[in-house]
């Protein structure tokens, strides 16, 4: 298949100074690819360059299609004074624009993405009200009424209950039948080797982009913690404290 955002020797990086450098590769277009690597190596800034809000050193970045993005919980404004269908109906504004009015197809289709993360009746919450679990179920209601052919997500399963990364996590897994392009940021290892068939393990370099058993072999991951342009090489992989399981090298 054809890829679906191509990367030519890109470097990307905050006032000149590199978090990633000489990357290069593929994502194919349907492919189901986590991006793994110690605290500071470079994966959430790798998403916002594909996304386009961090412009390249060098390199650079082609992209096919529209691309929905989950942003990290910490970056949502909690406070914000917002109900949880003004929130996720911001996923239809590039077909509406930013005050294009609603009609009933669209009301309909909330109802659906609500529907679809477990969030019935939710529409008229205040999202201050909302627990972690319940705030990321409508950040992927939002996402959901994007329909866009690629789907970043970046840590969408960071402190939240085991019931809601399961439910999501089937999201996830509807969206790759779909055809959809899904790449996302994680910590968990024994979540990507379950269920992510290809894997970026990320140093600030390039350490393995491939299949996933192979990315996540010992040896790799210890290469990853050792690279010398990584913050730390003893970070750790989880960043909420929990024992990162078999992911962990001793």
């Known amino acids: 298949m054809s890829a679906a955002i ?25 492919s189901l690819t986590a991006i793994v690597g110690p605290n500071g190596s470079g994966k ?11 412009t390249p050193i060098g390199g650079r970045i082609v992209r096919e299609g529209e691309i929905a993005y989950l942003p990290q919980s910490a970056e949502i404004d909690r406070s914000f004074p917002a109900t949880v269908s003004e929130l996720i109906g911001l996923g239809l504004w590039k ?21 679809a993360v477990g969030l019935d009746g939710f529409a008229k919450r205040p999202i201050d009200t909302l627990s972690g679990g319940q705030m990321q179920r409508a950040l992927f209601a939002r996402v959901l009424l994007q329909d866009a052919p690629v789907v970043l997500l970046d840590e969408p399963f960071t402190a939240i209950d085991e019931k809601t ?15 959809r392009t899904v790449i996302a940021v994680l910590h968990d290892l024994e979540l990507v080797r379950r ?31 050792a690279m010398p342009e990584a913050w730390d090489e003893h970070a750790p992989w989880h960043e909420d404290g929990q024992h990162d399981h078999a992911g962990h090298v001793h």
Do not use: C
């Not at 990364?165 to 089937?170: F, G, K």
């Not at 192979?214 to 913690?225: F, T, Y």
């Open 6 to 30: 191509r990367i030519e020797d890109l470097t990307l990086g905050y006032d000149g100074h590199p978090a990633v450098h000489h990357l290069s590769g593929a994502f194919v277009g349907g």
């Open 95 to 115: 077909r509406r624009g930013l005050f294009g009015g609603l009609d009933a197809a669209d009301r309909e289709q909330m109802a659906a993405a609500l529907h």
């Open 195 to 225: 269920h992510f068939p290809d894997t970026l393990l990320l140093a600030r370099e390039p350490v393995v982009w491939g299949r996933t058993p192979v990315a996540l072999r010992p040896e790799n991951l210890q290469r990853a913690r």
């Open 44 to 54: 959430s800034t790798l998403l916002k360059g594909i996304m386009g809000t961090l």
């Open 165 to 179: 990364v399961h439910d999501l996590m089937h999201l996830v897994g509807h969206w790759h039948a779909e055809g």
